[in-house]
C-alpha cells in the first residue's frame, strides 16, 4: 500500500513521525475511511500495536481523525477530518453526522 504524505501535512499539523505517517494513511483512504486492524495498521507503518493505539487516540483527540465504525469483532473504521482543496490547502470536511468535527479551523495563508 502507498501513500503520499503532503506539504500541508508537515508544514500545518505538527504532528510527530508515526502521527504523520498513520494520518496519510486515513487521508489515503477517502471519505470512505480506513478500515483496517491495529497489528495490520502497525505493520503499515512500521511501529508496534502500542504506537498505532496512542497516536490513534491522539489524532482524533486532537480533531484530525474520527472512528466512524465501531463493531464487534471488526476493526473500526477512521475518516481524516481534513480535507483538501488544493495540494497546498486543507480544509474541514463534513461527517456522515453533518457536523463539523473540526474543533478549531485551521488557518492558512491563500
Known amino acids: 500500500m502507498s501513500f503520499t504524505i503532503d506539504p500541508w501535512m508537515m508544514r500545518d499539523l505538527d504532528l510527530s513521525g508515526n502521527e504523520l505517517i498513520i494520518f496519510a494513511l486515513v487521508c489515503e483512504a477517502g471519505e470512505e475511511g480506513l478500515s483496517v486492524s491495529k497489528p495490520k495498521l502497525a505493520f503499515l507503518s512500521n511501529t508496534s500495536v502500542t504506537t498505532?493505539?496512542?497516536v490513534l487516540g491522539d489524532l482524533s483527540e486532537?480533531?484530525?481523525i474520527e472512528r466512524t465504525h465501531v463493531g464487534e469483532n471488526e476493526p473500526s473504521t477512521w475518516v481524516a477530518c481534513v480535507g483538501e482543496q488544493s495540494s497546498?490547502?486543507?480544509?474541514?470536511?463534513?461527517?456522515?453526522s453533518g457536523r463539523n468535527s473540526r474543533?478549531?479551523?485551521m488557518s492558512i495563508a491563500k
Open 62 to 64: 486532537r480533531g484530525y
Open 103 to 105: 474543533s478549531r479551523v
Open 52 to 54: 498505532v493505539r496512542r
Open 88 to 96: 497546498s490547502s486543507p480544509s474541514p470536511i463534513e461527517t456522515p
